[in-house]
């Protein structure tokens, strides 16, 4: 369908609903198109996104979310791009009305953001909607937040990156902050910290814990599930958070176990019944290997993503980490990272990207005290109130 706003979207713009597989490849690919001169935007898969996040009968998080997709023309040139979604299980947990925007880019042109934003507000007030936020994705697995700071930074594959004016162009609308999120390098230490290797037995003996470690990767399948139910309970009083449901983490599991790299992977479980009370995942920093594949595994960009999984790496992404709400404060991540810091010196790694990290999450930013750490980036979800 074609958007009309009287008074907000000028005759020269046309928006346009996403309907056909065309025209999702339009959307897909906008982003890479606009980022082509970067030297810091990281492409995503066109595949991927295609025919997994954004396919309805691919993704579940569509059983729990409604979500529009739009793309904005001028003279039949698209221009921006910008998906509504509406997690209604994160509406009723957290009592609020709130669509989210995502997948979200345009030229430095107010038009075209205007144009955007009319679509996805007016979208959202006729489905009941009291608020618009984001950037946002269905789940708190997808990419969140506008860059705001640290525009000089490569990106990663876990986290946007946008020019400088998008946070800008918020602004000018009208949106405010509502949450921000600091990411960190996190320099690898010579050794494992003192005070780390101390309180990592201290904790092993006071509460039964263990860590894990897998040479095969069938061997880590019997925890897969076990790792997403200690993640929906780690998350659940963070920002918008709404618990993935179990067949969410049947999509993840099979999405995600088979890239993973075993000896990056730390699982602490409790020896007398074998629950997983905290986790990390890492991955070698694919930004590069991404780069080199521009959007496409094949016919060759499959080698370098290849090559980037098996190699030595200089950075190291911090993927997902959590720990049982019982749990935190109380030495957890220490028995983690005193098993992570010697694979992370023996492959030569120079520093850890933390990825995104809510800044009112005292809890895990204090995880870093011990570490030399530097605060390179800052990522904002902003958000604008409708008039009643």
């Given at each position: 369908?074609y ?8 005759m020269?713009?046309v928006?346009k609903?996403?309907?056909?597989k ?29 025919n997994i996040?954004?396919?309805?009968k ?23 791009r ?15 009305k709130n669509?989210r ?43 969140e937040g ?25 602004e000018?609308m009208g949106?405010?902050?509502?949450q ?9 230490p ?15 003996k ?24 200690a993640l ?12 993935i ?24 479980v ?5 629950v997983v ?22 016919p ?5 993503l290849?090559?980037?999984?098996k190699?030595k790496p ?10 049982l709400?019982?749990?935190q404060?109380?030495g ?6 005193n ?18 990290e ?6 895990v930013q ?5 570490f030399?750490?530097?605060?390179h980036?800052?990522?904002r ?6 008039d009643?």
């Amino acid at each position: 369908m074609y958007i009309c706003i009287p008074n907000v979207i000028p005759m020269s713009i046309v928006v346009k609903e996403v309907k056909s597989k065309k025209e999702l490849k339009k959307f897909v690919k906008f982003n890479i198109d606009l980022y082509k001169d970067s030297p810091y935007h990281v492409p995503g898969l066109i595949d991927e996104e295609m025919n997994i996040t954004l396919n309805p009968k691919k993704n579940p998080a569509f059983k729990v979310c409604d979500a529009v997709l739009f793309l904005a023309y001028r003279d039949d040139e698209v221009v921006g791009r910008i998906a509504g979604i509406i997690n209604r299980k994160s509406n009723e947990i957290w009592n609020q009305k709130n669509a989210r925007f995502g997948f979200v880019d345009f030229i430095d042109d107010a038009e075209v953001v205007d144009a955007l934003f009319g679509a996805v507000e007016t979208w959202a007030r006729n489905l009941g909607m009291t608020s618009l936020h984001g950037p946002m994705g269905f789940t708190d697995l997808d990419h969140e937040g506008i860059l705001v700071d640290g525009f000089d930074q490569m990106g990663t594959m876990a986290a946007i990156y946008n020019y400088p004016y998008y946070p800008s162009q918020m602004e000018r609308m009208g949106y405010v902050k509502d949450q921000d999120w600091h990411e960190f390098k996190i320099y690898i230490p010579d050794g494992v910290p003192d005070k780390h290797l101390r309180v990592g037995e201290i904790v092993k003996k006071k509460y039964g814990l263990k860590v894990l470690k897998f040479k095969k990767r069938k061997e880590i399948w019997p925890y897969a599930y076990k790792i997403f139910d200690a993640l929906n309970k780690a998350y659940t009083p963070l920002y918008e958070f709404a618990p993935i449901t179990e067949e969410q983490i049947e999509f993840y599991v099979k999405q995600y176990i088979p890239m993973i790299r075993l000896d990056m992977v730390a699982i602490v479980v409790r020896e007398e019944d074998d629950v997983v009370v905290g986790f990390g995942i890492s991955l070698p920093n694919l930004s590069e290997a991404l780069r080199k594949a521009k959007g496409k595994l094949f016919p060759f960009g499959f080698i370098p993503l290849l090559k980037g999984m098996k190699a030595k790496p200089k950075v190291v992404d911090l993927y997902l980490m959590g720990v049982l709400p019982e749990y935190q404060n109380k030495g957890v991540v220490a028995l983690i990272f005193n098993d992570l810091i010697p694979v992370y010196r023996d492959l030569g790694v120079i520093y850890a990207e933390s990825n995104p990290e809510l800044e009112s999450n005292n809890a895990v930013q204090a995880q870093w005290d011990y570490f030399k750490r530097e605060h390179h980036k800052t990522r904002r979800v902003f958000i604008k109130r409708f008039d009643s």
